[in-house]
């Protein structure tokens, strides 16, 4: 029965990786062409899709320029090129409608919003497409269609959901985040047998727990400092961008590698053990406010740092908490299971060095 987790754990990181690579991205709008138009003439917007499809739904499309929650404009023609190309013609009107709408909050709106949808390709959308340069009004004639719900499009396979910039690297939410997540489990279990070690210190296995989980738990947060590298190199353009994120999680990474720089400086197995249970601890609390705290406090282009929004409803949807949340456990109790590996060999070499002596 005491083996179950680590079955379990293994199980859930094989599914996380290949659910993570092998289930496709939804079919996105990746460019529209011209990005300007003017009201009051016919409009004729080149489209380029992404993962789609477009010759199986070639009769089957509808699209609009959505103004706002209320008004938009219909494409009174679709006409397919090829599988990820496509020429959506509008004609504009000419009359006064603020081109460019603020939220409550004074932030840029996702107005005037692209949608389309199809039978085949389901729903896609593209937020700010194209700059009206004068407004879509005519002396109170009705020039908008009614905002109605597509016709109900089913997609045939489960699918990801396609966010530009992010594109095919989404999938690293699967590998990136649950390092942290596992990392910060690993770390807070590792103090926890530093302070047991303190209260108890003739439990000598109290102090190789806490060195092989926080080995293990650094190990994590490199592998995470690595892959957000990868993922800020397609995103940011460039590896290192010196963000503040990137910024303290190097810096509390470095805290941790001190502590192992500190054991070594001892060669009384005692006094190492106290003075790096006592750093361990001190080490974690660090972790808070470098991790979540100074983050926020400035601005950051790292998802939920600095008034940027973390993954939302529109990119965490319900497909990718299938394999987020079960690759978060299954590196939870892979990283617990190598911890545990980690102390066992460490006690027998222990015992190794005692009967030698």
Request: glycine share 6%; charged share 20%.
């Amino acid at each position: 029965m005491k083996n179950i987790y680590k079955i379990v754990g293994v199980l859930l990181v094989a599914y996380s990786l290949v659910a993570g690579m092998l289930i496709p991205l939804s079919t996105g709008i990746v460019n529209v062409s011209p990005r300007v138009a003017k009201g009051g003439e016919p409009l004729a917007l080149q489209l380029k899709a992404y993962n789609a499809n477009f010759l199986k739904d070639k009769d089957n499309y509808e699209a609009r320029i959505r103004l706002n929650p209320t008004q938009a404009i219909c494409a009174n023609k679709v006409v397919v090129q090829n599988d990820q190309e496509l020429t959506l013609f509008f004609d504009l009107p000419l009359g006064k409608l603020p081109t460019q709408i603020l939220t409550e909050d004074g932030k840029k709106s996702k107005f005037p919003l692209l949608e389309m949808s199809g039978k085949n390709n389901g729903y896609s959308s593209l937020e700010s497409a194209i700059y009206l340069k004068d407004s879509l009004v005519e002396n109170g004639r009705q020039t908008f269609c009614k905002v109605v719900p597509f016709a109900k499009v089913t997609e045939s396979k489960m699918t990801f959901p396609f966010l530009n910039i992010l594109e095919e690297t989404i999938r690293n939410l699967f590998y990136h985040v649950p390092m942290w997540f596992a990392m910060m489990l690993l770390l807070f279990i590792s103090v926890v047998y530093s302070i047991l070690y303190l209260a108890m210190p003739e439990k000598e296995q109290y102090d190789v727990q806490a060195t092989s989980f926080a080995s293990v738990g650094v190990l994590f947060g490199v592998v995470g400092i690595a892959t957000g590298a990868l993922w800020a190199k397609h995103t940011w353009g460039a590896y290192w961008s010196f963000d503040v994120k990137q910024n303290t999680s190097a810096v509390a990474l470095l805290i941790y590698l001190a502590y192992f720089v500190l054991r070594s400086s001892f060669d009384d197995m005692d006094k190492r053990a106290r003075v790096a249970a006592i750093y361990n601890i001190f080490a974690f609390a660090t972790l808070i406010p470098l991790l979540y705290i100074v983050p926020r406090m400035v601005d950051s282009l790292h998802p939920g740092m600095g008034g940027n929004p973390a993954f939302s409803k529109l990119d965490l949807d319900n497909t990718m908490r299938m394999v987020f949340y079960p690759a978060v456990v299954g590196w939870m109790m892979l990283g617990i299971w190598m911890s545990n590996l980690g102390g066992r060999i460490e006690r027998l070499m222990r015992i190794k060095m005692e009967l030698e002596e």
